[in-house]
């Protein structure tokens, strides 16, 4: 019998639907039962969702809280396929996944209810408020062992676009259901855990720890928005596990060091991931919480969960993200396509127990992100000598900051579609809070259109953490002899204009 995550959810409230299940801080807590509830009176309101040319697909935009989780086990309850909207991106953004998905109801709340009506514009789309969603006082639970539903998608996640344009990566049952095992039985995720939900849930990475959770009978707290400090509470006062990506790791830190590095005493694991942690953080880390397990995963949205390691101060290596996890069958590729020694770089591909569905509407980017049967990550990597990965580079031109992806081709096109500029490279600066912060060359098409215009320019059209933080003019963009850009040299232009300022 093959379960789904509602289903799974389902179990648990009816054995024990008073135990405490998902709480914000500060704010809103439910039970299980209570939590079971709210899922069947929005799974009534989704269930109306009509079907498009990908099947019947419902948007959700919503800020952080219970509906963020619950709303996507609702939409496997109403037989609808959830597709996360992330409430950073632009109305015009978030129009293209709309259109792209197309997405025939939108589920909103809080301050996201104005930004969906003018992101649906024009679309055939129907836009409810989650706060008009009544929560029934009963509610049967599902009928287990029914139709088989393993291999149908359950949930479509946005990438950032190396075309300019985002993907939908697809995930079925099986691959949503087999992750959040592997998580648990990698991270002896238990019962008795509290989870801390710190980052915001259109992630499906956070949204879907908060589901691990209530999943395995966890307590789940959630942060209406990250704060180091509310974060830090929670890790001495409540919660025992945390994913926390490398730049909310250093707040808290630095928050700890401000309080004079008083004990944290509930905390029993942390998991960071999103980009490699420094072992100088690491280190503050496994003093900050020194009877935790202090660990790091690898992965992608499209490959998941694919390597791990609990860190020891001993064997601290800059770039290592550990072993192949559960599951995972991870290797490396030559630029010759063939697979590489140990101790020499390739592209990192992986194979899991549930192969990636492939990307919405989309067969060519599908076929083009395979090889061999190995899903590419486009990182490069090198295995060491104890047989751990270390990721030393990115093939694709991917800035990660703060923990997001940002694709420079997205900004790029949005760069070039500013009257004043002729052409432009996008490019990843070291930031000492960021990891990367995003930067841009510029050849202006005649007068130089000035930073703040075009920083203006690209903040109605991009998410914040997407709009350029440095912007340099130049009379020609650095080529090589195949006029192709080099972006190592536009680094360097970048760094040294900084430098002057």
Same mark, same amino acid.
């Given at each position: 019998?093959?379960?789904?995550?509602?289903?799974?959810?389902?179990?648990?409230?009816?054995?024990?639907?008073?135990?405490?299940?998902?709480?914000?801080?500060?704010?809103?807590?439910?039970?299980?039962?209570?939590?079971?509830?709210?899922?069947?009176?929005?799974?009534?309101?989704?269930?109306?969702?009509?079907?498009?040319?990908?099947?019947?697909?419902?948007?959700?935009?919503?800020?952080?809280?219970?509906?963020?989780?619950?709303?996507?086990?609702?939409?496997?309850?109403?037989?609808?396929?959830?597709?996360?909207?992330?409430?950073?991106?632009?109305?015009?953004?978030?129009?293209?996944?709309?259109?792209?998905?197309?997405?025939?109801?939108?589920?909103?709340?809080?301050?996201?209810?104005?930004?969906?009506?003018?992101?649906?514009?024009?679309?055939?789309?129907?836009?409810?408020?989650?706060?008009?969603?009544?929560?029934?006082?009963?509610?049967?639970?599902?009928?287990?062992?029914?139709?088989?539903?393993?291999?149908?998608?359950?949930?479509?996640?946005?990438?950032?676009?190396?075309?300019?344009?985002?993907?939908?990566?697809?995930?079925?049952?099986?691959?949503?259901?087999?992750?959040?095992?592997?998580?648990?039985?990698?991270?002896?995720?238990?019962?008795?855990?509290?989870?801390?939900?710190?980052?915001?849930?259109?992630?499906?990475?956070?949204?879907?720890?908060?589901?691990?959770?209530?999943?395995?009978?966890?307590?789940?707290?959630?942060?209406?928005?990250?704060?180091?400090?509310?974060?830090?509470?929670?890790?001495?006062?409540?919660?025992?596990?945390?994913?926390?990506?490398?730049?909310?790791?250093?707040?808290?830190?630095?928050?700890?060091?401000?309080?004079?590095?008083?004990?944290?005493?509930?905390?029993?694991?942390?998991?960071?991931?999103?980009?490699?942690?420094?072992?100088?953080?690491?280190?503050?880390?496994?003093?900050?919480?020194?009877?935790?397990?202090?660990?790091?995963?690898?992965?992608?949205?499209?490959?998941?969960?694919?390597?791990?390691?609990?860190?020891?101060?001993?064997?601290?290596?800059?770039?290592?993200?550990?072993?192949?996890?559960?599951?995972?069958?991870?290797?490396?590729?030559?630029?010759?396509?063939?697979?590489?020694?140990?101790?020499?770089?390739?592209?990192?591909?992986?194979?899991?127990?549930?192969?990636?569905?492939?990307?919405?509407?989309?067969?060519?980017?599908?076929?083009?992100?395979?090889?061999? &049967? $190995?899903?590419?990550?486009? /990182? #490069?990597?090198?295995?060491?000598?104890?047989? =751990?990965? @270390?990721?030393?580079?990115?093939? !694709?031109?991917?800035?990660?900051?703060?923990?997001?992806?940002?694709?420079?081709?997205?900004?790029?096109?949005?760069?070039?579609?500013?009257?004043?500029?002729?052409?432009?490279?996008?490019?990843?600066?070291?930031?000492?809070?960021?990891?990367?912060?995003?930067?841009?060359?510029?050849?202006?098409?005649?007068?130089?259109?000035?930073?703040?215009?075009?920083?203006?320019?690209?903040?109605?059209?991009?998410? &914040? $953490?997407?709009?350029?933080? /440095? #912007?340099?003019?130049?009379?020609?963009?650095? =080529?090589? @002899?195949?006029?192709?850009?080099? !972006?190592?040299?536009?680094?360097?232009?970048?760094?040294?204009?900084?430098?002057?300022?």
């Amino acid at each position: 019998m093959r379960l789904t995550i509602a289903e799974c959810i389902a179990l648990r409230c009816r054995a024990f639907p008073e135990r405490p299940a998902i709480e914000m801080v500060g704010g809103q807590a439910m039970t299980y039962g209570e939590a079971w509830r709210r899922i069947a009176g929005l799974a009534g309101v989704l269930a109306t969702c009509a079907g498009g040319r990908h099947g019947r697909m419902a948007a959700l935009l919503l800020p952080n809280g219970p509906d963020a989780a619950l709303a996507i086990a609702a939409c496997q309850l109403a037989g609808v396929v959830a597709v996360p909207v992330n409430g950073r991106l632009t109305p015009p953004e978030m129009h293209h996944i709309l259109a792209d998905a197309d997405c025939r109801l939108l589920l909103a709340a809080g301050q996201f209810v104005t930004m969906a009506r003018q992101a649906s514009s024009g679309l055939p789309l129907e836009v409810i408020d989650s706060a008009d969603v009544a929560t029934p006082t009963h509610a049967e639970g599902p009928a287990t062992g029914g139709r088989d539903v393993g291999a149908d998608a359950c949930v479509v996640g946005y990438t950032s676009g190396t075309t300019g344009f985002p993907k939908g990566a697809i995930y079925t049952h099986d691959y949503y259901t087999m992750n959040n095992y592997r998580w648990g039985w990698e991270f002896g995720l238990s019962g008795d855990h509290v989870v801390l939900v710190a980052g915001p849930m259109f992630h499906l990475s956070y949204a879907g720890f908060a589901l691990a959770g209530l999943t395995i009978g966890a307590r789940v707290r959630i942060l209406p928005e990250f704060s180091a400090g509310a974060a830090l509470d929670e890790l001495d006062r409540h919660c025992s596990f945390a994913f926390l990506v490398p730049t909310m790791l250093r707040m808290v830190a630095e928050e700890w060091q401000h309080r004079g590095c008083p004990p944290v005493r509930a905390v029993r694991h942390v998991i960071s991931s999103g980009a490699p942690a420094t072992p100088e953080l690491l280190r503050t880390v496994m003093r900050m919480f020194p009877a935790a397990k202090v660990a790091e995963m690898y992965g992608w949205t499209e490959g998941s969960f694919a390597t791990y390691e609990i860190k020891h101060p001993d064997t601290l290596q800059s770039h290592c993200v550990g072993w192949p996890a559960l599951g995972a069958d991870v290797m490396l590729f030559g630029e010759d396509g063939e697979p590489c020694a140990p101790g020499v770089p390739g592209e990192v591909g992986v194979r899991g127990p549930v192969p990636f569905a492939g990307y919405l509407g989309n067969p060519a980017a599908t076929e083009a992100a395979f090889h061999r &049967g $190995y899903l590419m990550s486009g /990182d #490069i990597g090198v295995f060491q000598p104890d047989g =751990r990965l @270390a990721i030393v580079d990115r093939k !694709k031109d991917v800035i990660i900051t703060g923990g997001e992806n940002v694709y420079t081709m997205e900004v790029e096109r949005v760069l070039l579609e500013h009257p004043g500029v002729a052409e432009c490279a996008v490019v990843g600066l070291p930031d000492a809070r960021w990891g990367e912060r995003v930067a841009a060359l510029i050849v202006p098409r005649e007068t130089s259109p000035g930073s703040e215009a075009v920083i203006g320019f690209c903040r109605e059209r991009l998410a &914040g $953490y997407k709009v350029p933080r /440095d #912007i340099t003019f130049t009379d020609a963009l650095p =080529r090589n @002899a195949m006029g192709k850009v080099q !972006k190592a040299r536009v680094i360097e232009v970048l760094a040294a204009s900084r430098t002057r300022r």
